[in-house]
């Protein structure tokens, strides 16, 4: 069964780090691209990013370059999603979900199960 | 930037049909995808290349295509379709984006 787990929830303050995790199962993790995504509170889907973990090639949304880092370990089948100082609008559930991008289709499945991430003084 | 536009709600009785639709200048040269995602859960692919039904989905799940125009139809909607649904497409520079989402109530 093709899978992605992720990290559990984190509690941050403004300004601090944070490095949350995503790993893959099932399948090969080098042949496929690992996409990011977020949904604020209440609120739809906006696509963050992905990355390819057979060579690292990264892609980010423009609504996102710069904000965080996108990274892999294929060693150990895991992406991860990096912010180096918090802020309290990143408060948000993340996803991470595998991409087909094949021939001009591009699709996300299956996804993880989210990582909830809150950011508060 | 490149948008997809959806409804905001879709209300609908059990047993009837919702209709749920997206639009893009894109879509006419991109493939749109669906998500159905529960409250509290992750999204799941419903439909992928405008059409086709992923194994596992019901098939009163089906997805048409017309000019900037994508819709998703639910036939015959049962209570465990309450959910919000997106739409998603690519654009021609390897980029990535959602609909606005359309939360699907059954009354």
């Known amino acids: 069964e093709v899978q992605l787990v992720q990290s559990g929830a984190e509690v941050k303050k403004p300004g601090e780090s944070l490095n949350i995790s995503c790993k893959g199962s099932?399948?090969?993790?080098?042949?496929?691209?690992i996409g990011w995504v977020r949904q604020m509170p209440g609120k739809g889907l906006e696509w963050m990013g992905i990355?390819?973990?057979?060579?690292?090639?990264?892609r980010y949304s423009p609504s996102f370059q710069g904000q965080v880092t996108i990274s892999a370990d294929k060693s150990i089948s895991t992406a991860y999603l990096q912010w180096s100082s918090l802020k309290a609008s990143d408060t948000a559930m993340y996803y991470c979900a595998r991409l087909t991008a094949v021939a001009g289709f591009h699709w996300f499945d299956p996804w993880g199960q989210g990582t909830l991430v809150t950011v508060s003084s | 930037s490149y948008e997809l536009t959806q409804p905001p709600s879709v209300s609908v009785s059990p047993g009837q049909t919702a209709r749920i639709t997206c639009s893009g200048d894109a879509l006419p040269k991109q493939y749109a995808y669906w998500y159905q995602q529960r409250p509290g859960q992750a999204p799941v692919l419903v439909i992928y290349k405008d059409s086709e039904r992923p194994s596992g989905i019901p098939e009163r799940f089906s997805g048409s295509s017309s000019g900037t125009t994508v819709t998703l139809t639910i036939s015959g909607v049962q209570a465990e379709d309450e959910a919000d649904y997106y739409c998603?497409?690519?654009?021609?520079?390897?980029?990535?984006?959602f609909g606005t989402g359309t939360k699907v109530t059954v009354l």
């Open positions: 998603q497409s690519a654009d021609s520079n390897g980029t990535y984006v």
């Open positions: 099932g399948y090969s993790f080098t042949s496929y691209w």
């Open positions: 990355i390819y973990p057979g060579d690292s090639d990264t």
